[in-house]
Each structure stands twice: as C-alpha cells, then as structure tokens.
C-alpha cells in the first residue's frame, strides 16, 4: 500500500498484485480517512464501488440527491462537476470495467442505468450486502482483489458478451484515443449506421458519438494533470484548437483545464492505475482485425 499525497488529500492506495481473470475489469483499493467534497471527473469505464468497513462514503448529485454506499455509475458519470464524493474512515474497492463487458458483470445494461449512480443493493439486492460483509472480513487487500475478482469473474461468465461488431467499434474507438471518425464506424463493421449506433448505446450505455468525445478528453485530462499546456495538449489529442478542448473540459467538469490538471481525482491514478489499463481491457490498436460476420455474404438489415 502507497500514499497519495496531493495538496490536502492524503489516501492510502492498493493495487492487485496480479491481473483480472476477467479482460477489462481493474481494480484499486482505497483508505481515506477524510475525504472532503473531491470532484468526481468522468472517465470512460463503468464504476463500481466496493464499500466495505466503519466508514461510509457519501455521493453528493445534482439537484440535491445523496448516494450512500456501494454503488454503480455508468461511464462518463460526474460530467458537468456536478458530483463530489466526502465521506470519513473510508475503506472500498474501486473497480473499472470496460463497457464491453459490463452487462454481463452488473446484470444489467449501463444503458439501464439511464445517467444515474445507482445502489449496489437496489441492482443486487442481498448480494451486495454480503459482498460488503466478505471484504470487511478478510485482513488484506490482496484477499479483498481476490474475493472481488473471483465474483465479478463468475458473474461474467454467466452471461453473454456484447455483439462483436460493438466490442469492435468500443475498441477501435479506444486504441485511436478518441480520434475515429463515428460515421465510418458503421461502414467498417458492415452495418448500418441506424444499427450501430442502436446496438451501441443500448448495450455499453452512450451513443459512439459521446464514447469518442469521453475517450479524447480523458486522454487530454491525463496530459494536462502530467504538466503538458494546454495548447500542445489540445494539438496532440485531436481538438481543432485550444478553445474546443476547454469547451470539451468544461462541458465534462465544469472547470477550467488549469484546474482540472489538479484534481486528485485524475492524479492519483499514476498510483492506483499505474498500466492505465482502465478504458478497454486488452489493449488494442487502431488497426484491430474486423469481427467475422455470418452475414458477410448480404447486407445488414436494420
């Protein structure tokens, strides 16, 4: 276990000594013992919360609504800076899956979960509370990594993936860092666009247009938190200039981007992501092998 020390926050951070069972699922184990109003910064990869211990981490939303505990939020959740964690003596597992393999984790499409942080219990019901009650009761992170793979990996398993075509276009989407074009998506899968971008949103949650613009920016907010300008990092991560990029970070934290490159939130994850493995699962170039088809011979039907 490390420290993270950046400006007032101070965590205790843990990472899994080895890699998931499961493709596209990491993990990060967090003690805090005071956690004050920290801005949740949206990120590609649906988020889930593994609460455990005396503590209890608080979600403060828009428009007043409060989360307590284990919860779920799809990815990009916290756009517009709307929502800031708090909470004291908190102890939990962080998880981050790729929103190709999601569904079959959660049980549910993140589509279902229509913009909102969801409770754990409210989508597992009692399974949660003993998730809760198993990490509270092993002694180390590694057991609680391992107890928390172990389950996610068997809920996995036991249900199907999402079409290939979608897993194609997620990934490619991801290996380029959000520089695709969306409307050649569709062409080179071989559907139409009506399908794809139907299939799309409906089994990772966002429509391709917003998974491009999710993938850009959390590449550019990474830069920025790494000390690059803002001019260079809006040149390199495929912004038509500085402006577009301070719209985009404004539009998902409702900051500038000279704040943003000093959220915590972002800059602890050189500690607790350090493979910054958390977009995809197996990492993928821009020049992925297209799915095989079995209608290859016809065209797609809408």
Not at 45 to 63: H, R
Not at 177 to 188: F, I, M, S
Not at 272 to 292: E, F, I, K, Q
Request: aromatic share 6%; glycine share 10%.
């Amino acid at each position: 276990m490390r420290t993270f020390t950046h400006g007032a926050a101070v965590w205790d951070v843990a990472c899994p000594q080895r890699p998931s069972m499961v493709a596209g699922l990491t993990m990060a184990g967090f003690r805090v013992r005071e956690l004050d109003a920290l801005r949740m910064v949206p990120h590609p990869a649906v988020t889930l919360l593994l609460e455990f211990g005396a503590g209890s981490p608080v979600l403060d939303c828009a428009a007043g609504r409060q989360q307590r505990g284990s919860i779920v939020a799809e990815a990009g959740f916290g756009s517009g800076g709307a929502v800031r964690a708090r909470g004291e003596n908190v102890e939990c597992v962080q998880v981050r899956l790729s929103p190709v393999i999601a569904r079959a984790v959660l049980g549910t499409s993140p589509a279902d979960l229509d913009g909102a942080v969801v409770s754990l219990g409210d989508l597992w019901g009692r399974e949660a509370s003993r998730i809760r009650e198993q990490l509270g009761d092993v002694s180390s992170w590694q057991d609680r990594f391992a107890l928390a793979d172990a389950l996610l990996a068997r809920r996995h398993a036991a249900r199907p993936p999402v079409d290939p075509e979608v897993a194609w276009a997620w990934h490619r989407i991801i290996g380029s860092r959000g520089r695709t074009r969306v409307d050649g998506l569709a062409a080179e899968v071989g559907w139409s666009r009506k399908r794809l971008w139907s299939r799309f949103r409906s089994q990772l949650g966002l429509p391709p247009k917003r998974a491009v613009k999710l993938v850009r920016f959390d590449h550019a907010a990474h830069r920025l938190v790494a000390g690059e300008g803002a001019a260079q990092v809006a040149a390199d991560t495929g912004y038509a200039e500085q402006s577009h990029l301070n719209r985009d970070v404004m539009a998902f934290t409702g900051a500038t981007p000279a704040t943003v490159a000093g959220e915590p939130f972002l800059a602890v994850d050189d500690i607790a992501w350090p493979s910054r493995g958390t977009l995809v699962g197996p990492r993928r170039s821009a020049s992925l092998p297209r799915p095989v088809r079995p209608e290859v011979a016809g065209p797609a039907a809408c």
